[in-house]
């Protein structure tokens, strides 16, 4: 079992990391996707790449769901909002892209093995040990169903989200459309603006220095790729809606 003191510590170095990281991948395009280009190494199957990526946090999570046997009704409804988005990233999500025949970094698979090991593990020990709360006392129950809520309609926006863009290719050499279905009339990336409202909703409710870690991470990957996704956009197609924002309706 991890002291206490030491895993705070981990967790706050682990956040300077991701501080640390934000300005350059504002500057460094992540290599996958519409973004992909050579120098980046050896490359696998886009589908392979994403499950192998992924898996580890599924895995790891039920472990420690396991291994603590904290079933009290807050850790249970947090581990299972955490497999749900899991199972859907890990066996649904790559088994219904369009990319047959794209490829993506191995390094960018290393780096999303080692950001979901870490992230898992925190995340897993964190609700492993957490305490049952008072859920009747009103502060708690407030902030439990308000990220819950948050949780709940950044999940529904992400999938809803990737299902239109993954629709809008007929074929895997279709290329890329402009969408203009559900949130995409106010911004270009909801399907990232909805992840960052799940785990901003799960840190809400877990209230740990681990789901918030976990936040951060999500707004330092997402936030610059969905300016860049932006940016492509914009220089993509001429007719591209204006008025339109990368990820922030009306804002950013
Ligand atoms: P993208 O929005 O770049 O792409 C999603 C899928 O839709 C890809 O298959 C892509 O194809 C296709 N696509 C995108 N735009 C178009 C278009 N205009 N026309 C046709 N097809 C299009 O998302 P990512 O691949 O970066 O991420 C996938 C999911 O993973 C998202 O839900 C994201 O929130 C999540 N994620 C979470 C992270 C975290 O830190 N928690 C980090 C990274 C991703 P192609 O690949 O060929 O571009």
Same mark, same amino acid.
């Given at each position: ?9 981990? #967790?706050?170095? +682990? ?38 990526? %992924? ?26 909002? +955490?497999? #749900?988005?899991? #199972? ?11 990319? $047959? ?32 709360? $008072?859920?009747? %006392? ?47 009339? +106010? ?19 877990? +209230? ?36 339109? $924002? ?7």
């Amino acid at each position: 079992m991890i002291d206490p003191k030491t895993f705070e510590n981990l #967790i706050i170095v +682990w956040i300077i990391f991701a501080l640390l990281l934000f300005p350059v991948l504002l500057f460094v395009k992540q290599p996958y996707g519409r973004h992909m280009r050579k120098g980046w190494g050896p490359t696998i199957s886009n589908q392979t790449g994403w499950v192998i990526m %992924e898996i580890p946090s599924l895995i790891i999570l039920s472990y420690y769901f396991i291994f603590f046997h904290n079933y009290n009704a807050i850790a249970t409804v947090l581990f299972l909002m +955490w497999f #749900i988005h899991y #199972i859907n990233r890990t066996l649904v999500f790559p088994f219904k892209i369009k990319t $047959k025949g794209k490829k993506m970094p191995l390094l960018i698979i290393i780096f999303g093995i080692l950001f979901n090991l870490v992230n898992a593990s925190f995340n897993g020990i964190a609700i492993g040990q957490m305490p049952d709360y $008072k859920i009747f %006392e009103l502060n708690d129950s407030f902030r439990l169903i308000l990220g819950f809520i948050l949780f709940v309609f950044g999940m529904i926006i992400n999938i809803s989200s990737d299902r239109i863009l993954i629709s809008l290719r007929k074929s895997s050499t279709n290329g890329y459309q402009i969408p203009r279905k559900g949130l995409f009339k +106010w911004i270009s990336c909801p399907n990232y603006f909805g992840e960052i409202l799940e785990w901003i909703g799960f840190a809400v409710m877990a +209230w740990n220095l681990a789901a918030l870690s976990f936040s951060i991470w999500t707004i330092v990957n997402l936030l610059p790729r969905a300016l860049d996704h932006h940016k492509w956009y914009l220089q993509y197609f001429p007719d591209y809606p204006n008025e339109r $924002k990368a990820i922030i309706p009306y804002i950013l």
